[in-house]
T-cell receptor, first 107, second 112 residues
Framework: AQRVTQPEKLLSVFKGAPVELKCNYS??????LFWYVQYSRQRLQLLLR??SRESIKGFTADLNKGETSFHLKKPFAQEEDSAMYYC?????????FGTGTRLQVFP | ETGVTQSPTHLIKTRGQQVTLRCSSQ?????VSWYQQALGQGPQFIFQ???????GRGNFPPRFSGLQFPNYSSELNVNALELDDSALYLC???????????FGPGTRLTVL
């Protein structure tokens, strides 16, 4: 069965520290993977997708098929990065989400 | 460009009642997907509509039904409400064949 696992409910770091939000998936086939972010009182929005291999707001994510992972990384966290982050897998245009990780960045 | 809108913002119903939630898709998008997000959980796929027909369904009972209209807006209907239906209901629009979905702000449904 297709599944997305985000093992951490909460990740707290200080401003300037590196951040890694973990995401593991199970999927038979070539996955399309995404990171969505939800800032306080805002709607869920796409942060990045693995296929575009771009860096958004300093975040990057590399698909590791051997480890079935798609971890989200940022070398220096900013206070404005505080939000809920959801990893998602696309299957026939439907998204399968993980349970999310709340990132708190302290000043 | 108009984003995805949903109405109402909040709704309170009692067990056994029926509810209709509405969604207007982003301009130019022809596909609408609905998700249920329970407290502390990620969004779960309910179903998707394309060209006014259901185009995929998640693991939800038949009392969850939907419609899509010629202008691509959509409704989610839930009959015989249960306490566990209390959740945030998200609508997302996209172009058919694209895996990038744009989400609305959601409707928070509380079932008492």
């Amino acid at each position: 069965a297709q599944r997305v696992t985000q093992p951490e409910k909460l990740l707290s770091v200080f401003k300037g520290a590196p951040v890694e939000l973990k995401c593991n998936y199970s999927y038979s086939g070539s996955p399309e993977l995404f990171w969505y972010v939800q800032y306080s009182r805002q709607r869920l929005q796409l942060l990045l997708r693995h296929i575009s291999r771009e860096s958004i707001k300093g975040f990057t994510a590399d698909l590791n098929k051997g480890e079935t992972s798609f971890h989200l990384k940022k070398p220096f966290a900013q206070e404005e990065d505080s939000a809920m982050y959801y990893c998602a897998l696309s299957r026939t245009d439907k998204l399968i989400f993980g349970t999310g990780t709340r990132l708190q960045v302290f000043p | 460009e108009t984003g995805v809108t949903q109405s109402p913002t909040h709704l309170i119903k009692t067990r056994g009642q029926q509810v209709t939630l509405r969604c207007s898709s982003q301009s130019g998008h022809n596909t609408v997907s609905w998700y249920q997000q329970a407290l502390g959980q990620g969004p779960q796929f309910i179903f998707q509509y394309y060209r006014e027909e259901e185009n995929g369904r998640g693991n939800f009972p038949p009392r969850f039904s939907g419609l899509q209209f010629p202008n691509y807006s959509s409704e989610l209907n839930v009959n015989a409400l249960e306490l566990d239906d209390s959740a945030l209901y998200l609508c997302a629009s996209s172009l058919q064949g694209s895996d990038t979905q744009y989400f609305g702000p959601g409707t928070r449904l509380t079932v008492l």
